[in-house]
């Protein structure tokens, strides 16, 4: 395998040359050396952002978080690939196998890399602040946007192979738009079986948290305490003055 192939910087530098890019994964050619590189780079990137999700808890649960989520995202592939295979074919899709896999590991690609690079802002939050649930609402944003990008990616692919290379046809990119909202829920119902990723510090450390509740019910609460967090310490705010005054009274 070419080392030069795994690093970021290359899968970026093929990506500025846009037809170039899209050939070499719509091509035939070296697929399964292709997909092993990009495999092993999404592991590598998504682990060293695991590792900083999981260094807000412990080192017990960095290391945790550094495997889970390179899982969260095999899984993710393992579970929705096979339909979307299936279905691009039957709807007359001439991409191979290999093929296909190459295209969407190279969404999954881009998205680990933009995730790398969110790190360094990451560490900075954990170590200027200390709300836990700011930073699940930031990992949330940065998944979200992250994933925004990979699949612009992979849309792109498929659409050159649909006007370029006319082996793909043009009701399976439309397929493909629904399949991003599957693999959405998909995503979050995994990451919300994994759990737990950053975990509060005041949490004992655990490989797997107890299933309840659910993925939309948490977000919806981590913004709920962000927002009355400042009223809850302006009103102790209040009562700390207040007592004073009732004693001189």
Same mark, same amino acid.
């Given at each position: 395998?070419?080392?030069?192939?795994?690093?970021?910087?290359?899968? !970026?530098?093929?990506?500025?040359?846009?037809? *170039?890019?899209?050939?070499?994964?719509?091509?035939?050619?070296?697929? =399964?050396?292709?997909?092993?590189? $990009?495999?092993?780079? %999404?592991?590598?990137?998504?682990?060293?952002?695991?590792?900083?999700?999981?260094?807000?808890?412990?080192? @017990? $649960?960095?290391?945790?978080?550094?495997?889970?989520?390179?899982l969260l995202f095999t899984l993710a592939i393992l579970v929705c690939f096979p339909a979307f295979y299936v279905i691009q074919h039957v709807l007359g899709s001439r991409l191979g196998f290999f093929q296909m896999l190459k295209i969407i590991?190279?969404?999954?690609?881009?998205?680990?890399? %933009?995730?790398?690079?969110?790190?360094?802002?990451?560490?900075?939050?954990?170590?200027?602040?200390?709300?836990?649930?700011? =930073?699940?609402?930031?990992?949330?944003?940065?998944?979200?946007?992250?994933?925004?990008?990979?699949?612009?990616?992979?849309?792109?692919? #498929? @659409?050159?192979?649909?006007?370029?290379?006319?082996?793909?046809?043009? %009701?399976?990119?439309v397929v493909f738009k629904f399949w991003i909202l599957i693999l959405a829920f998909v995503g979050m119902q995994l990451s919300w079986n994994l759990r737990p990723f950053i975990a509060s510090k005041d949490m004992r450390f655990e490989v !797997?948290?107890?299933? $309840?509740?659910?993925?939309? #019910?948490?977000?919806?609460?981590?913004?709920?305490? %962000?927002?009355?967090?400042?009223? *809850?310490? @302006?009103?102790?705010?209040?009562?700390?003055?207040?007592?004073?005054?009732?004693?001189?009274?």
């Amino acid at each position: 395998m070419d080392k030069k192939r795994l690093s970021p910087f290359v899968f !970026f530098k093929d990506f500025h040359d846009k037809e *170039h890019f899209l050939e070499n994964l719509t091509s035939e050619e070296n697929s =399964l050396e292709k997909i092993l590189s $990009q495999y092993f780079l %999404i592991c590598i990137c998504s682990c060293i952002y695991g590792i900083a999700m999981g260094s807000y808890n412990s080192v @017990q $649960q960095a290391i945790s978080s550094g495997i889970k989520v390179p899982l969260l995202f095999t899984l993710a592939i393992l579970v929705c690939f096979p339909a979307f295979y299936v279905i691009q074919h039957v709807l007359g899709s001439r991409l191979g196998f290999f093929q296909m896999l190459k295209i969407i590991l190279s969404g999954f690609v881009m998205i680990s890399i %933009i995730m790398v690079s969110f790190s360094t802002i990451v560490i900075f939050f954990l170590i200027t602040g200390n709300n836990y649930s700011f =930073l699940k609402l930031l990992h949330v944003a940065i998944f979200g946007l992250s994933g925004i990008f990979g699949m612009k990616t992979i849309l792109d692919a #498929l @659409q050159y192979a649909c006007e370029q290379k006319n082996v793909y046809p043009k %009701i399976g990119v439309v397929v493909f738009k629904f399949w991003i909202l599957i693999l959405a829920f998909v995503g979050m119902q995994l990451s919300w079986n994994l759990r737990p990723f950053i975990a509060s510090k005041d949490m004992r450390f655990e490989v !797997f948290r107890e299933k $309840q509740g659910n993925f939309y #019910l948490a977000v919806v609460e981590s913004a709920i305490n %962000i927002v009355e967090q400042p009223e *809850h310490k @302006q009103t102790q705010d209040n009562k700390g003055k207040e007592k004073p005054e009732e004693g001189q009274d």
